[in-house]
């Protein structure tokens, strides 16, 4: 009887071992293993993005300079379009400086005709029709000498006819177009490029 109660003890206390190893197992991989393993993870993740917003931030890098290039080729271009399409008509401006490029050029038949205007917002259109004759050689000379002219002209249309008895002259028409702007365009314009000053300032 008492080695039967004994064995019964030993039985106990191996359960009870077993039982507990249960338990500190359970708890390591519950309160320890678990928990560490999740935090790993997010770790993980956090650098991972980490390292995706560096790579972002790498490449934008590299795209500053071309954007800065790009910022100041429109720059520019407003510019130039500010200079180019003046605030007031200047028509007799305009047609006078016409005559002296023709007559520089040595061009005949001279008629410059400007056209009713054509309003778009705050742009105005003037249309001009201008034909002369000459040789290929002073129509060419003519065209470089508009195109060093400080407003924009944009041709419409540009015919060339040779002169039927092959003198080697030419005869031109052309319907070309000005531009003017209204002066609340300009100083919309120029309140805006102060503004943009202003803030680069406060800005810097």
Not at 147 to 160: A, H, S, T, Y
């Amino acid at each position: 009887m008492g080695a039967t109660g004994s064995r019964l003890l030993r039985g106990n206390r191996q359960i009870w071992v077993c039982i507990v190893a249960v338990l500190f197992v359970g708890d390591f991989i519950l309160c320890g293993y678990l928990p560490s393993h999740s935090r790993l993870e997010s770790l993980e993740q956090v650098r991972g993005r980490q390292s995706q917003t560096i790579r972002m931030a790498a490449a934008q890098s590299e795209e500053l300079p071309a954007l800065r290039q790009r910022l100041q080729r429109v720059r520019q271009t407003v510019e130039r379009y500010d200079a180019c399409v003046p605030t007031e008509r200047a028509l007799g401006t305009f047609l006078q400086q016409i005559a002296a490029i023709m007559t520089q050029h040595h061009l005949t038949d001279q008629v410059v005709v400007p056209g009713k205007e054509l309003r778009a917002n705050d742009l105005t259109c003037i249309p001009v029709k201008i034909t002369c004759k000459g040789t290929l050689t002073d129509m060419f000379d003519f065209f470089t000498g508009l195109q060093e002219l400080d407003r924009l002209i944009r041709f419409d249309k540009v015919v060339l006819k040779n002169d039927p008895e092959f003198t080697g002259q030419v005869s031109m028409q052309t319907d070309a177009m000005i531009f003017h702007r209204s002066s609340g365009q300009q100083q919309a314009s120029d309140s805006a490029g102060v503004k943009s000053v202003n803030g680069a300032d406060h800005g810097a």
